[in-house]
């Protein structure tokens, strides 16, 4: 398996609060990329990064922020959760997807109550 | 919206049969790629096809690329109640570093 961890694992969390999803790399892939699944959606592109600092919005970015400061780390943030964000959270690095495979975390399941 | 959709969204076949499902996307790609997901788990890779490739072969998967339908298709031959899983694909979009995914199809072989 690519050396790609997601924590927390799981979480639940309060209506309001911020909650920040830590996706951590040992592969040095240039690209980071956060998705949201949902049933009926698949995949939906949250945010991505192209290199430290570098970062760019995907398909469903309302209410998400991200950062990254290191290689080995990007991070994801809801500001303030709210229930529509209730989701399964997966991270992706990439070598570069317009020639190569993307390898995924194991996923974080996000519960705002 | 979704770059990719995929159909049928769900499929049940016995062990032996092929199975085959089918993505069309809208956009000008730099490759298709397909992937698998277990109950549960991470995304695995299963096989990519460039956008000046028509047809691509890695052990019991078979897939195709029409550009000028901007479709492809997935072929899984002689299936295994191991094959169960959802499987979805995903456009490299052309001079864009973004993976897009379709709404994927779920897959039952039953033994």
């Known amino acids: 398996d690519a050396g790609i961890t997601q924590s927390p694992r799981h979480k639940v969390t309060e209506t309001g609060t911020p909650v920040t999803l830590r996706c951590h790399q040992t592969e040095n892939h240039r690209y980071m990329y956060w998705y949201r699944q949902d049933p009926g959606h698949g995949l939906r592109l949250i945010h991505y990064?192209?290199?430290?600092?570098?970062?760019d919005k995907g398909e469903v970015s309302d209410g998400y922020s991200v950062s990254r400061s290191k290689t080995e780390d990007f991070l994801l943030t809801l500001e303030s959760a709210t229930s529509s964000q209730t989701s399964v959270y997966f991270c992706?690095?990439?070598?570069?997807?317009?020639?190569?495979?993307?390898?995924f975390g194991q996923g974080t399941r996000l519960t705002v109550v | 919206s979704q770059q990719g959709e995929e159909d049928p969204q769900a499929l049940s076949i016995q062990e032996g049969e092929n199975a085959t499902m089918n993505c069309s996307y809208k956009t000008s790609i730099n490759n298709l790629q397909w992937y698998r997901q277990n109950s549960g788990r991470g995304l695995v890779h299963l096989i990519l096809i460039r956008s000046n490739e028509r047809e691509k072969h890695s052990g019991r998967l078979r897939v195709t690329l029409d550009t000028s339908k901007k479709s492809s298709s997935l072929l899984i031959t002689a299936s295994r109640a191991a094959d169960t899983a959802s499987y979805f694909c995903?456009?490299?979009?052309?001079?864009?570093?973004?993976?897009?995914f379709g709404t994927g199809t779920r897959l039952q072989v039953f033994p």
């Open positions: 995903a456009t490299s979009r052309y001079n864009t570093d973004k993976l897009i």
């Open positions: 992706a690095i990439s070598r570069g997807v317009e020639n190569t495979e993307a390898f």
């Open positions: 990064s192209y290199g430290v600092k570098d970062t």
